[in-house]
């Protein structure tokens, strides 16, 4: 995630190599702590699809509309990692965390530097939802920890 984080910051691009490891560590865990079971294995491959079809829905809205991109693949590939990793409350947590912290860092950004926001200007989203996933993945670890729930 930190690589995915500094890579899109300096580049404004999330390379498929990173995300293609994260969920294939994802689906190896899955495999580990359910026992490789089919049905685990395919609830795992449900989430990823279903946390990253709303965000291609809305590239491919926001491109037809605006006739630009708003988001880019590798945002969508990077919430299809998210579904792997995370149970899908926690994964819409963690795109509402990535998405206003960088609306808030954006702002703050245009207010120290007494700049005017601009609907067009470029955020490396990936930078705010590479460690909003670590956010959530702790945060289901200590939940777990503590018998609050129980995913699945």
Not at 61 to 82: I, M, P, S
Not at 95 to 120: D, F, K, M, P
């Amino acid at each position: 995630m930190l690589g995915i984080a500094c890579n899109d910051a300096r580049h404004y691009l999330i390379p498929n190599e990173l995300t293609a490891a994260a969920f294939g560590i994802a689906l190896l865990r899955g495999s580990i702590l359910f026992n490789a079971s089919a049905s685990s294995m395919l609830w795992l491959v449900f989430r990823a699809s279903a946390v990253s079809l709303p965000l291609l829905l809305l590239l491919l809205f926001y491109r037809h509309w605006r006739g630009r991109n708003g988001l880019g693949l590798g945002d969508v590939k990077l919430a299809a990692v998210a579904g792997a990793w995370l149970e899908l409350p926690t994964a819409a947590a963690v795109i509402e965390l990535a998405a206003l912290s960088a609306i808030a860092v954006y702002t703050a950004n245009a207010v120290v530097r007494r700049r005017s926001l601009r609907g067009t200007a470029f955020l490396p989203f990936g930078l705010f939802m590479a460690p909003a996933i670590w956010i959530g993945w702790l945060s289901e670890q200590f939940l777990l920890r503590w018998g609050y729930f129980w995913p699945g």
